[in-house]
């Protein structure tokens, strides 16, 4: 297939994910609509399809207040937080050896400062899950404040480019929280032993998502697994992450339909890369239990096809043939290089499980990703994809497959 024609096919695709369907978090029927598009494209390219079930949980908001002595404050409602309404004396803390020692029992609780640096891992996040994050997690539980107010600054390393991020983002951790800018919570800070009063309107929904997964052969020979991720976080329509390589998987399903190598293709959708509880990959290891070493190899594709540099291919644990190969299609394409290792994606779920990884990206987005501001917001659109980029991409990981 010519380049020109799977631009024409990558903007098509994603104009529907990030434009007509956009927002895509877990749960919602936005993100639903997108994993059935997913699955008629596979189908219709003669791909067998399989559809995963998920229990998830959908959430929603009105909005928060926050007001001491009359005076408001900006406040916004943690993802996936439970709702409150709820008047006590406010405390604030900003060590962990400060709340160690503190009595926060039945009170409003401020996390300012070093505390509220960096965003807390979900307490069961199967993947990343810092001991002094658990630590922090289990002495607010056993605390057992009212509610949490959580005042962040910007974080890109932990949060994306958020600002302020939900310092927790949780669905499994009951104790209501709002979050504000840190200049606000420094206003808030003279309310400390005050009483005040906070609402947050939000709601947890039960409902459903699928992982997707198309494979073009039965045979049992050692596969090779590509995976996007097509959830996007709340507020953004997720074009880079991950419209883009939710589109290259799709464009690789058009140029691997009639591929006859030795190792059988398995194409994944995952849902749950950018969500609390990462329930597409647990669902996919699950599965694959004792199954892992029937994997050649994985190519992750995320945060591909950036406006500004060329893209990256990441290889983590490759054999001597395997790091040829990539080699030679690097040498033969001056827009793709090999690219820095990075752990935050898919790819780390088979590094976990034993398997060599390729990491698929956009190169400035990879040396720039603890510093940007675009992931997690509204300005992840298709204003910053370069749709040549994501073109090369798919043709890259073609003929890197056929070389295998």
Known sequence: ????????????????????????????EENRRATAYAEKVLKALGWETDTTELSVIDWHTDGATLSCNGQGFEV???HYSLGCSVTDKLVAINKVEQLETTNIQEKIVLLHGEIAAQQIAPKNFPFWNPEEHQHLTALLEKGNPKALVCATERNAATAGGVYPFPLFEDGDFDIPSVYMKDTEGEKLLTCAGETVTLVSQATRIPETAFNVIG??????????????????????PGAIDNGTGVTILLLLAELLKDFSGDHPIE???????????APGQVKYIEQNEGRFSDILLNINIDGAGYKEGISCFSPFGLSDDMLDALHEILWDSPELVEGLPWFQGDHSVFLQQGCPAIAVSSQWFIEHMETQELTHTSKDNLGVVNFERVA?????????????
């Open 1 to 28: 297939m010519e380049k020109k024609e799977l631009i024409e096919k990558a903007s098509a695709h994603l104009q529907l994910l990030c434009v007509e369907i956009g927002e895509r978090r877990v749960g919602s």
């Open 215 to 236: 494979r073009n052969s039965s045979r049992k020979k050692e596969r090779i697994v590509i995976t996007a991720h097509i959830d996007s976080k709340i507020g953004t």
């Open 76 to 78: 916004l409602s943690s």
């Open 267 to 277: 194409l994944v959708v995952l849902n749950g890369e950018d969500y609390y509880g």
């Open 392 to 404: 090369e991409c798919a043709l890259g990981i073609a003929a890197f497959i056929g070389k295998l």
